[in-house]
T-cell receptor, first 111, second 117 residues
Framework: AQRVTQPEKLLSVFKGAPVELKCNYS??????LFWYVQYSRQRLQLLLR??SRESIKGFTADLNKGETSFHLKKPFAQEEDSAMYYC?????????????FGQGTILTVHP | GAVVSQHPSWVICKSGTSVKIECRSL??????MFWYRQFPKQSLMLMAT?????????EQGVEKDKFLINHASLTLSTLTVTSAHPEDSSFYIC?????????????FGPGTRLTVT
C-alpha cells in the first residue's frame, strides 16, 4: 500500500529565509506526487504537481525516485506562505485521482 | 475557476439520526467525486470514490451501509451518514474531478463539519 510521510508537523522560519518542507513516499509503482496548500479558513487547493515541473508562488518540488522524496522548497519565504501544506500521492490507471495524503506540515513565516 | 460547494457547512445531529451532505461542482462536470474524512489535527483519509451513474467504491475499513454515497448527476454527489453516532463526528470533505479548460483537475469543497451529540 502507498504511504506518504511528512516528518515535520510544524515548521517556523523568518521572512526571507529559505524553507524546505519534507515529503517521503512509499509506493511500488510510478506515482504522481502533489503538494496541496490550505490557507487559514480556506479550502484545500493544489499548489503544484511533479509532472508539470513548474514553479508556483516561488515554490518548487523535485521528485527524487532514488530517495522516494518530493520535498517542497522556496528560497525566500514570505509571510503569506504561512499555511498548512499537504504532500499527496495518486496511483495511475483506474485509481488515478484517489489521493493519499501525508499528515501535513504547518508552516509559519514570522516577520 | 472551478468551484466545488458543500452543503451544509456544518451540522449538529442527535445520535441515531441520519445526515445528508451534498457536494456540487458549480461550473464543470465532475465525472468522479471523492469523499474524504478528516479528524482533528489529522490528515485527510479517502473514504470512497463515486463515478456518475455507478456504485461508489469504498476504501478498506469504510462501512458502505453506514456511509451511503449517491452520484446521481455529473454535478452532484451526496454522502449520507446513517444512524450517526458520536464517533462519526468529523470533518467531511469532497473533491470533484472533471475537465476544466481541457485539463482534468481535482477541486476540493470547503468541507462539512458534522457533530453528533
Amino acid at each position: 500500500a502507498q504511504r506518504v510521510t511528512q516528518p515535520e508537523k510544524l515548521l517556523s522560519v523568518f521572512k526571507g529565509a529559505p524553507v524546505e518542507l519534507k515529503c517521503n513516499y512509499s509506493y511500488s509503482g510510478s506515482p504522481e506526487l502533489f503538494w496541496y496548500v490550505q490557507y487559514s479558513r480556506q479550502r484545500l487547493q493544489l499548489l503544484l504537481r511533479h509532472i508539470s515541473r513548474e514553479s508556483i508562488k516561488g515554490f518548487t518540488a523535485d521528485l527524487n525516485k532514488g530517495e522516494t522524496s518530493f520535498h517542497l522548497k522556496k528560497p525566500f519565504a514570505q509571510e503569506e506562505d504561512s499555511a498548512m501544506y499537504y504532500c499527496a500521492l495518486t496511483q495511475g490507471g483506474t485509481s488515478y485521482g484517489k489521493l493519499t495524503f501525508g499528515q501535513g506540515t504547518i508552516l509559519t513565516v514570522h516577520p | 475557476g472551478a468551484v466545488v460547494s458543500q452543503h451544509p457547512s456544518w451540522v449538529i445531529c442527535k445520535s441515531g439520526t441520519s445526515v445528508k451532505i451534498e457536494c456540487r461542482s458549480l461550473d464543470f462536470q465532475a465525472t468522479t467525486m471523492f469523499w474524504y474524512r478528516q479528524f482533528p489535527k489529522q490528515s485527510l483519509m479517502l473514504m470512497a470514490t463515486s463515478n456518475e451513474g455507478s456504485k461508489a467504491t469504498y476504501e478498506q475499513g469504510v462501512e458502505k451501509d453506514k456511509f451511503l454515497i449517491n452520484h446521481a448527476s455529473l454535478t452532484l454527489s451526496t454522502l449520507t451518514v446513517t444512524s450517526a453516532h458520536p464517533e462519526d463526528s468529523s470533518f467531511y470533505i469532497c473533491s470533484a474531478r472533471g475537465p476544466v479548460a481541457g485539463e482534468y483537475e481535482q477541486y476540493f469543497g470547503p468541507g462539512t463539519r458534522l457533530t453528533v451529540t
